[in-house]
């Protein structure tokens, strides 16, 4: 790539990832206000969720090699679910990403051309008081084209303390799931254990 292009492809990925990241708040705001939460979250819980790091990255799948094609594809990426807060990703058109179903189903999703998917991250279920789900999802590869995938992931600072708002505790349906944890401990905790249930850690009273 010659310096004229990799300005302009610098340009492009700047703003994407600034669309992204509008949209990553856009979403957020939506999910308190179908909450019906007081206004004055919308920017405590962006200050609690939203404030650290963002990642904006570029993922390749290679094409899988023939030994590999023949046992199902096993190239991608392992089951996992994401500890950030909100994921969004693109993908040129080439399948691959899976999301598991709670019964335990693997389903390949189907995504429309210049369409996002939107994750839900373990942070923001926490949060949630596991209103929402952190679903399970891969990536298996099985075609003959590459995949390329962008996504952009946010992320509460280290320090910030999550904690369920009052209204989304009920005694009855929901009660308190999770106790108060920084997201620091939480990454800390997953990195020493890798135990993709690390969030079950910091469940209980
Ligand atoms: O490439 C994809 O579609 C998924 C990537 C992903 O799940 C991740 O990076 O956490
Ligand atoms: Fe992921």
């Known amino acids: 790539m010659d310096f004229r292009n990799f300005c302009a ?6 703003s994407m990832s600034a669309k992204l990241l509008e ?19 919308i920017w405590e819980t962006e200050d609690m969720l939203m404030k650290g790091a963002v990642y ?18 096993e190239n991608g990426l392992v089951a996992h679910t994401d500890k950030n807060t909100l994921t969004i990703l693109a993908q040129n058109d080439v399948e691959g990403l899976e999301m598991q179903t709670k019964s335990g189903k693997w389903i390949q ?16 279920k926490a949060w949630s008081n596991g209103r929402l789900h952190a679903v399970n999802h891969r990536v298996k590869m099985k075609g003959d084209k590459e995949r390329y995938s962008l ?10 303390k999550i904690e369920v708002p009052p209204e989304l505790v009920d005694g009855n349906t929901h009660p308190l799931r999770y106790k108060p944890f ?8 997953f990195v020493s254990t890798l135990d993709e249930n690390a969030l079950d850690a910091f469940a209980g009273l």
């Open 109 to 124: 999703l189907e995504i429309p051309h210049n369409a996002y998917v939107v994750i839900v991250a373990e942070t923001l």
């Open 23 to 41: 949209l990553n708040y856009m979403i957020l705001k939506m999910i308190q206000e179908g909450y019906d939460l007081p206004k004055h979250y």
């Open 56 to 73: 904006f990255r570029l993922m390749r799948y290679k094409v899988p090699s023939k030994e590999n094609n023949k046992e199902a594809g």
């Open 151 to 160: 996504g952009l992931f946010t992320m509460p600072k280290e320090e910030a």
């Open 9 to 14: 492809f610098h340009e492009t990925m700047n």
């Open 182 to 189: 920084t997201h620091g401990d939480f990454i800390k905790y």
